[in-house]
């Protein structure tokens, strides 16, 4: 455990102490486990996998959920580290990337994969998850739905892998997912995600991105325009599909982030 301004952060920490840094931010409600395979096709590479305030293994988030939180989080993972790799999957894309904006000198590369295809200038979103995450909240509702973290878990897992069947081991889920704390954590984190799409907006308009491998990896066959378009925000940016891949690409295709880490290691 480390701290941070938001809370203690769980961090899980392989490699060779020695190499470059890549840090592994989890998509929500995800947690360390699901970078496991990406781990182990870097090991040459200090890698750090790490969960949010309130989720997997850390403790009780000491704030909402926010950009501005999330930022103060990585800095704690990254304290001491001249430079990083930063890969972030789905949601935490709006994480590495703002802190890539606020941190330039110390990023050496970016890899969102499958990140939510919100179109860059288009400003904060509607979304009807994050209204209905803010409504139970609100109406006291969030202890039913907590108590049912498990069972959340397996629907996530068959709905956005092509195996269907969770990677991590029924002790390491339940020590997460048996937890209502951390259910209400991301519905807590669910319910900012408008917001935190318009702070990155925001900071798009005056803090350019780092002139460094930008990867965006969309999965499956199909080209997603608002991947395109954030890929194009930076001269360096490229957007690669990932077929045989569904929403969890780190568990669906393991090699593909990996090679995607690889090639900003290289400065390719």
């Given at each position: 455990?480390?701290?941070?301004?938001?809370?203690?952060?769980?961090?899980?920490?392989?490699?060779?102490?020695?190499?470059p840094v890549?840090?592994?931010?989890?998509?929500?409600?995800?947690?360390?486990?699901?970078?496991?395979?990406?781990?182990?096709?870097?090991?040459?590479?200090?890698?750090?996998?790490?969960?949010?305030?309130?989720?997997?293994l850390?403790?009780?988030?000491?704030?909402?959920?926010?950009?501005?939180?999330?930022?103060?989080?990585?800095?704690?993972?990254?304290?001491?580290?001249?430079?990083?790799v930063?890969?972030?999957?789905?949601?935490?894309?709006?994480?590495?990337?703002?802190?890539?904006?606020?941190?330039?000198?110390?990023?050496?590369?970016?890899?969102?994969?499958?990140?939510?295809?919100?179109?860059?200038?288009?400003?904060?979103?509607?979304?009807?998850?994050?209204?209905?995450?803010?409504?139970?909240?609100?109406?006291?509702?969030?202890?039913?739905?907590?108590?049912?973290?498990?069972?959340?878990?397996?629907?996530?897992?068959?709905?956005?892998?092509?195996?269907?069947?969770?990677?991590?081991?029924?002790?390491a889920?339940?020590?997460?997912?048996?937890?209502?704390?951390?259910?209400?954590?991301?519905?807590?984190?669910?319910?900012?995600?408008?917001?935190?799409v318009?702070?990155?907006?925001r900071?798009?308009?005056?803090?350019?991105?780092?002139?460094?491998?930008?990867t965006?990896?969309?999965?499956?066959?199909?080209?997603?325009?608002?991947?395109?378009?954030?890929?194009?925000?930076?001269?360096?940016?490229?957007?690669?599909?990932?077929?045989?891949?569904?929403?969890?690409?780190?568990?669906?295709?393991?090699?593909?982030?990996?090679?995607?880490?690889?090639?900003?290691?290289?400065?390719?």
């Open positions: 455990m480390i701290a941070s301004l938001a809370g203690r952060v769980h961090v899980r920490a392989s490699g060779r102490v020695e190499g890549v840090v592994l931010s989890s998509a929500l409600g995800g947690a360390w486990f699901d970078w496991d395979a990406v781990v182990a096709l870097l090991p040459d590479a200090h890698v750090l996998a790490f969960d949010r305030p309130g989720t997997g850390s403790g009780p988030a000491l704030a909402p959920a926010s950009l501005a939180r999330e930022v103060a989080v990585l800095d704690a993972v990254l304290a001491g580290a001249p430079s990083a930063l890969v972030g999957h789905s949601m935490a894309a709006l994480h590495v990337e703002a802190w890539a904006r606020l941190r330039p000198g110390r990023v050496r590369g970016l890899v969102v994969v499958d990140p939510d295809p919100e179109v860059p200038g288009a400003g904060r979103p509607f979304d009807l998850s994050a209204l209905v995450a803010r409504w139970v909240l609100r109406s006291g509702l969030d202890p039913l739905v907590a108590a049912q973290g498990m069972r959340l878990r397996r629907w996530a897992v068959r709905g956005s892998t092509l195996g269907r069947r969770d990677p991590a081991s029924a002790a889920l339940r020590s997460v997912y048996g937890r209502a704390t951390v259910t209400r954590a991301v519905l807590d984190e669910l319910a900012s995600y408008p917001a935190q318009g702070a990155v907006e900071l798009r308009a005056f803090r350019p991105l780092p002139p460094v491998p930008f965006v990896l969309t999965a499956g066959r199909r080209e997603f325009p608002e991947h395109v378009a954030l890929a194009a925000l930076t001269p360096t940016g490229r957007n690669v599909l990932v077929p045989g891949s569904r929403h969890m690409v780190p568990v669906d295709r393991p090699d593909a982030v990996a090679l995607a880490v690889l090639r900003a290691l290289r400065g390719a």
